[in-house]
């Protein structure tokens, strides 16, 4: 593997448990998101996966991983957590949480450790796009690495 790529702390977390990954970089567009990056890559943006980071009513932190075309219910999330509410996080409270910049969230080796929802219909896709840490710059891998790789649970919020 080349290593033209830039070795963030997502990176050095897959090289630790061994997962094997694509780098994949890409122009980064201000507000461009999935739709962008899946297009500059020629993939599908349903399996280009958004790291979203969410905090409860409780002021606790979570994070959420949905296909790039979809949204998440945080009704949905909420009733899932048992919880009253649950609200996007700040950029500044994300990246305190995550140790990454708004727009390169990865949900690999946070700086907090958090729980990490995953939209269960992820795992059906043969391989998916997940941030690398760092703006332009996504990691392709197979989707099953995810439920050895972190602690998670799957949910169904995408709407």
């Known amino acids: 593997m080349s290593s033209d790529f830039p070795i963030t702390q997502a990176v ?4 630790e448990k ?4 694509v780098p994949r970089l890409y122009d980064y567009v201000e507000k461009g998101g999935t739709r962008e990056s899946a297009k500059q890559l020629g993939v599908d943006e349903h399996a280009v996966v958004k790291t979203i980071v969410f905090e409860t009513n409780e002021k606790k932190p979570l994070i959420v991983l949905m296909h790039g075309d979809q949204e998440v219910s945080t009704k949905n999330l909420a009733r899932f ?6 609200e996007p996080a700040t950029p500044d409270k994300a990246s305190k949480w995550t140790g990454y910049i708004f727009g390169g969230t990865s949900p690999f080796g ?4 958090m729980p990490v929802y995953v ?3 992820i795992f059906e896709l043969d391989k998916i796009y997940l941030n690398g840490g760092k703006r332009g710059f996504l990691l392709e891998i197979d989707p099953a690495v995810i439920r050895t790789a972190l602690d998670m649970a799957e949910v169904s919020v995408g709407i």
């Open 12 to 15: 050095r977390f897959l090289r």
């Open 18 to 21: 061994k997962v094997d990954f």
């Open 81 to 86: 957590l048992n919880v009253k509410s649950v």
């Open 110 to 113: 946070t700086r907090t450790k």
């Open 119 to 121: 939209e269960k219909t």
